[in-house]
């Protein structure tokens, strides 16, 4: 007989004494690490040392009833374990005492208790079916129009608070236009909406607003906060990724198209395995899956893929389902009953799937890209891109001694020379039809659960499903693909789902959602303010169909909605965060609004939808981590079309708390600091800015007071009132004052003395806030 464990020792050390655990404790804190990093080496896989797969809960019950595991460990027999030295005597009695309480093995079905009470688990209110109760019955009947202001109401009279007035019609359609669009209305739009006095002048607003570019581009940059979209990979030297712009543009016409909710997260997740109607509708489908191939890559070579894969599961879990899913990575989920083997069950699923690969130091060319060009052109981006991987690693080889050792310096200079000789050729004979950064099926398995999340100390096999509190869905024996489409359907089945999207609908028009937490529906996270709204809500949506645009109009048309923000010092006392929503809170513009505002005011704004980046030519990307890839591309277009780069992030959006593309953001957390109030006094950009807006003015009117009121008008969406006028045409007069002595050619002077006013409007309050 063979050795019955793995050369080597790796000591496992806990708090916790045998005396002090069951057995099934015992089991998984003392023993099963030793087996794991011990035994596993040699007594697991295909073709185990002796034929003894101690893996299986089965053969170890074997050698424990035999007696030849305590003898082995014991060193008593021929046989003494392991062969580099004994355990230490801690570890020995760990085992004597498993083996006395029958060595119970929580590898098995039945031989221990599951980590959770799942019965128990499943009454936590957000794993419970949604259910569709009733709007409560109040007296007021300007609280009684919609279904949503009678549960506003009835939370406001049972916490005793009195809602403020209505929002005046001017405050009103800055509010919409800013929420639905990122941008101000138009002195005309402001006009029209206060001279249409029907009842359905605000529902003719909504209804443009959401049929506007403008609108995708808007409530697409929300859900590409949670998936941490950007350009570049984050790996050491933060590769650029030309195609991944594909990915954004194609969750913008998503939420102009308003495709139904279900199918918008099928797409991302399993789109290249969806029916298509045509080439084009294929092709589309197959870039929703950039969602997947913008998870972020680390290090310098292709060997920290684990971590890629950590990162999906982490999004899609918070982002899909308000869940902290990667929290089961090491161990099992602490607070929400996630155990390791839910999460790996996932992570065979991700590992079986083939992302494109965006290039790194060690391994510069891009790889497995999915074509969107004809079955040939198709043929050849693989061809190159397979040679072009080979080489690379090729390369690495022989720059790292693993391979050429048998050659001189001088020849294995040559032989490098000659790859990268060949690369060249390669990339500029490459096929010139466009390709997505995306995914596919690759080789489908299940994921063994990685000890402490280390994937060099495998454990048991956790076959590819579903979170056990939420169903436990396991994927067939025989299924050949990954498992994300049959992932999609039961994450879209679930509860979760319909609840977390309506939060974050209901968040982006009042600032916070009914859950505070938006991506934590577990036990870490907040409950819900009103959750019978949050089911109705939710059955709603599903109603729908799933339309995103059906829940705007929903909430937009609520008295709860266009309420007026304020102060009642009553209710502060009361409900100081406004939880309740007895007001409607002001709020700073977020980064991309105030860039954009000013460009629109300015008359600077490309309204086109942006493409690709100018990045280099990708035969030039030899970036390395002491050489990083690092850019920053102007543009008039909008915010949302600005190069994101993971490892430096630009640099008016990051002064203004824009969304951080290495990690999902479920809300903006606006700050004040100095650095935005210089940047607002200083920066060159509302420099620029101010004086485009001068000219504009200045171009359409001929006096200051008409200039003045243009102006108030563009900035603000209103006149100007007597003394602001007054003030302003003072502000004029000692400006041009001013200007006169600082030697600026005289005529320069006047469009100056314009400028720096209308510096001052665009960096006031009233601009960059929304009430």
Same mark, same amino acid.
């Given at each position: 007989?063979?050795?019955?464990?793995?050369?080597?020792?790796?000591?496992?050390?806990?708090?916790?004494?045998?005396?002090?655990?069951?057995?099934?404790?015992?089991?998984?804190?003392?023993?099963?690490?030793?087996?794991? $990093?011990?035994?596993?080496?040699?007594?697991?896989?295909?073709?185990?040392?002796?034929?003894? +797969?101690?893996?299986?809960?089965?053969?170890?019950?074997?050698?424990?009833?035999?007696?030849?595991?305590?003898?082995?460990?014991?060193?008593?027999?021929?046989?003494?374990?392991?062969?580099?030295?004994?355990?230490?005597?801690?570890?020995?009695?760990?085992?004597?005492?498993?083996?006395?309480?029958?060595?119970?093995?929580?590898?098995?079905?039945?031989?221990?208790?599951?980590?959770?009470?799942?019965?128990?688990?499943?009454?936590?209110?957000?794993?419970?079916?949604?259910?569709?109760?009733?709007?409560?019955?109040?007296?007021?009947?300007?609280?009684?129009?919609?279904?949503?202001?009678?549960?506003?109401?009835?939370?406001?009279?049972?916490?005793?608070?009195?809602?403020?007035?209505?929002?005046?019609?001017?405050?009103?359609?800055?509010?919409?236009?800013?929420?639905?669009?990122?941008?101000?209305?138009?002195?005309?739009?402001?006009?029209?909406?206060?001279?249409?006095?029907?009842?359905?002048?605000?529902?003719?607003?909504?209804?443009?607003?959401?049929?506007?570019?403008?609108?995708?581009?808007?409530?697409?940059?929300?859900?590409?906060?949670?998936?941490?979209?950007?350009?570049?990979?984050?790996?050491?030297?933060?590769?650029?990724?030309?195609?991944?712009?594909?990915?954004?543009?194609?969750?913008?016409?998503?939420?102009?198209?308003?495709?139904?909710?279900?199918?918008?997260?099928?797409?991302?997740?399993?789109?290249?395995?969806?029916?298509?109607?045509?080439?084009?509708?294929?092709?589309?489908?197959?870039?929703?899956?950039?969602?997947?191939?913008?998870?972020?890559?680390?290090?310098?070579?292709?060997?920290?893929?684990?971590?890629?894969?950590?990162?999906?599961?982490?999004?899609?879990?918070?982002?899909?389902?308000?869940?902290?899913?990667?929290?089961?990575?090491?161990?099992?989920?602490?607070?929400?009953?996630?155990?390791?083997?839910?999460?790996?069950?996932?992570?065979?699923?991700?590992?079986?799937?083939?992302?494109?690969?965006?290039?790194?130091?060690?391994?510069?060319?891009?790889?497995?890209?999915?074509?969107?060009?004809?079955?040939?052109?198709?043929?050849?981006?693989?061809?190159?891109?397979?040679?072009?991987?080979?080489?690379?690693?090729?390369?690495?080889?022989?720059?790292?001694?693993?391979?050429?050792?048998?050659?001189?310096?001088?020849?294995?200079?040559?032989?490098?020379?000659?790859?990268?000789?060949?690369?060249?050729?390669?990339?500029?004979?490459?096929?010139?039809?466009?390709?997505?950064?995306?995914?596919?099926?690759?080789?489908?398995?299940?994921?063994?659960?990685?000890?402490?999340?280390?994937?060099?100390?495998?454990?048991?096999?956790?076959?590819?499903?579903?979170?056990?509190?939420?169903?436990?869905?396991?994927?067939?024996?025989?299924?050949?693909?990954?498992?994300?489409?049959?992932?999609?359907?039961?994450?879209?089945?679930?509860?979760?789902?319909?609840?977390?999207?309506?939060?974050?609908?209901?968040?982006?028009?009042?600032?916070?959602?009914?859950?505070?937490?938006?991506?934590?529906?577990?036990?870490?996270?907040?409950?819900?303010?009103?959750?019978?709204?949050?089911?109705?809500?939710?059955?709603?949506?599903?109603?729908?169909?799933?339309?995103?645009?059906?829940?705007?109009?929903?909430?937009?048309?609520?008295?709860?909605?266009?309420?007026?923000?304020?102060?009642?010092?009553?209710?502060?006392?009361?409900?100081?965060?406004?939880?309740?929503?007895?007001?409607?809170?002001?709020?700073?513009?977020?980064?991309?609004?105030?860039?954009?505002?000013?460009?629109?005011?300015?008359?600077?704004?490309?309204?086109?939808?942006?493409?690709? +980046?100018?990045?280099?030519?990708?035969?030039?990307?030899?970036?390395? $981590? +002491?050489?990083?890839?690092?850019?920053?591309?102007?543009?008039?277009?909008?915010?949302?079309?600005?190069?994101?780069?993971?490892?430096?992030?630009?640099?008016?959006?990051?002064?203004?708390?824009?969304?951080?593309?290495?990690?999902?953001?479920?809300?903006?957390?606006?700050?004040?600091?100095?650095?935005?109030?210089?940047?607002?006094?200083?920066?060159?950009?509302?420099?620029?800015?101010?004086?485009?807006?001068?000219?504009?003015?200045?171009?359409?009117?001929?006096?200051?007071?008409?200039?003045?009121?243009?102006?108030?008008?563009?900035?603000?969406?209103?006149?100007?009132?007597?003394?602001?006028?007054?003030?302003?045409? $003072?502000?004029?007069?000692?400006?041009?004052?001013?200007?006169?002595?600082?030697?600026?050619?005289?005529?320069?002077?006047?469009?100056?003395?314009?400028?720096?006013?209308?510096?001052?409007?665009?960096?006031?309050?009233?601009?960059?806030?929304?009430?």
């Amino acid at each position: 007989m063979r050795t019955l464990f793995a050369l080597g020792l790796i000591v496992f050390s806990g708090s916790a004494t045998a005396g002090d655990l069951s057995g099934a404790d015992l089991f998984e804190k003392k023993i099963r690490p030793v087996l794991v $990093q011990i035994c596993y080496p040699c007594h697991s896989g295909k073709t185990p040392a002796a034929g003894l +797969h101690l893996d299986s809960p089965q053969a170890t019950h074997g050698v424990v009833e035999s007696g030849a595991l305590l003898s082995a460990i014991h060193r008593e027999g021929k046989i003494k374990m392991p062969p580099a030295g004994p355990l230490p005597d801690d570890q020995i009695a760990d085992f004597e005492a498993w083996i006395k309480l029958g060595a119970p093995d929580a590898r098995t079905e039945t031989s221990a208790a599951p980590p959770y009470d799942f019965d128990q688990a499943r009454k936590f209110w957000s794993f419970q079916p949604i259910r569709d109760p009733a709007p409560p019955r109040i007296s007021d009947p300007a609280w009684n129009k919609t279904a949503i202001d009678r549960f506003v109401k009835a939370k406001l009279d049972e916490k005793h608070l009195v809602p403020l007035g209505a929002a005046s019609k001017r405050a009103l359609i800055r509010r919409a236009t800013f929420d639905l669009t990122g941008l101000p209305p138009t002195p005309e739009e402001v006009a029209a909406f206060l001279a249409d006095p029907s009842a359905s002048a605000f529902d003719k607003v909504i209804d443009r607003l959401l049929a506007s570019q403008q609108y995708g581009e808007r409530w697409g940059r929300h859900w590409l906060d949670l998936v941490r979209y950007a350009d570049t990979s984050g790996c050491n030297a933060d590769f650029p990724v030309p195609d991944a712009y594909r990915y954004r543009n194609w969750v913008i016409r998503a939420f102009n198209d308003d495709k139904p909710y279900d199918q918008f997260l099928r797409e991302q997740l399993a789109g290249d395995l969806l029916p298509a109607k045509d080439d084009e509708d294929r092709h589309a489908k197959t870039i929703a899956t950039g969602y997947l191939a913008i998870s972020r890559r680390f290090g310098s070579g292709a060997s920290e893929f684990n971590l890629t894969i950590d990162d999906t599961i982490d999004n899609v879990g918070k982002a899909m389902l308000g869940l902290s899913v990667s929290c089961a990575r090491c161990h099992d989920h602490k607070f929400d009953p996630i155990p390791s083997h839910d999460y790996y069950a996932w992570y065979g699923i991700f590992a079986s799937t083939k992302y494109a690969f965006p290039g790194t130091e060690l391994y510069p060319h891009a790889a497995d890209f999915v074509s969107l060009g004809s079955p040939h052109q198709a043929e050849r981006l693989k061809a190159y891109q397979d040679e072009s991987s080979a080489l690379d690693h090729r390369i690495a080889a022989f720059n790292d001694g693993r391979e050429g050792k048998d050659l001189s310096k001088e020849d294995r200079d040559k032989e490098i020379r000659r790859m990268k000789e060949r690369l060249i050729v390669l990339e500029h004979d490459a096929p010139a039809s466009p390709k997505a950064y995306a995914v596919s099926d690759g080789a489908s398995a299940n994921a063994k659960i990685q000890i402490k999340g280390d994937p060099s100390h495998p454990g048991d096999e956790a076959p590819r499903g579903f979170l056990t509190v939420l169903g436990g869905q396991v994927l067939p024996g025989n299924e050949k693909g990954s498992g994300r489409r049959e992932l999609a359907e039961w994450i879209i089945s679930s509860p979760l789902a319909a609840r977390v999207m309506v939060n974050r609908i209901w968040q982006g028009h009042f600032g916070k959602g009914i859950v505070g937490t938006p991506n934590d529906f577990g036990a870490r996270g907040d409950r819900p303010v009103d959750p019978e709204l949050l089911d109705w809500l939710a059955s709603r949506f599903r109603e729908s169909g799933y339309s995103i645009k059906a829940m705007h109009r929903l909430i937009m048309e609520t008295r709860a909605y266009q309420m007026a923000s304020g102060a009642d010092q009553a209710d502060l006392r009361i409900d100081p965060k406004n939880d309740f929503s007895w007001r409607f809170d002001r709020r700073r513009l977020d980064a991309e609004e105030i860039r954009d505002a000013m460009l629109d005011v300015a008359g600077d704004l490309d309204f086109s939808m942006g493409g690709p +980046h100018p990045f280099p030519p990708e035969t030039s990307f030899h970036y390395t $981590q +002491h050489v990083q890839f690092f850019a920053v591309y102007d543009t008039r277009r909008r915010s949302v079309y600005l190069m994101q780069q993971r490892l430096k992030r630009h640099p008016f959006l990051d002064t203004f708390d824009g969304a951080d593309p290495n990690a999902t953001t479920p809300a903006r957390a606006p700050q004040e600091t100095s650095l935005q109030a210089l940047t607002m006094l200083n920066g060159a950009f509302v420099d620029e800015q101010a004086d485009l807006l001068a000219v504009r003015v200045g171009m359409a009117q001929s006096t200051d007071v008409a200039r003045i009121g243009y102006a108030y008008r563009l900035v603000f969406g209103r006149a100007p009132s007597a003394d602001e006028l007054r003030q302003c045409e $003072q502000y004029l007069l000692k400006a041009g004052a001013a200007f006169k002595k600082s030697g600026l050619p005289a005529d320069r002077q006047p469009r100056a003395v314009l400028a720096s006013l209308m510096h001052v409007l665009l960096a006031s309050d009233e601009f960059i806030f929304v009430d």
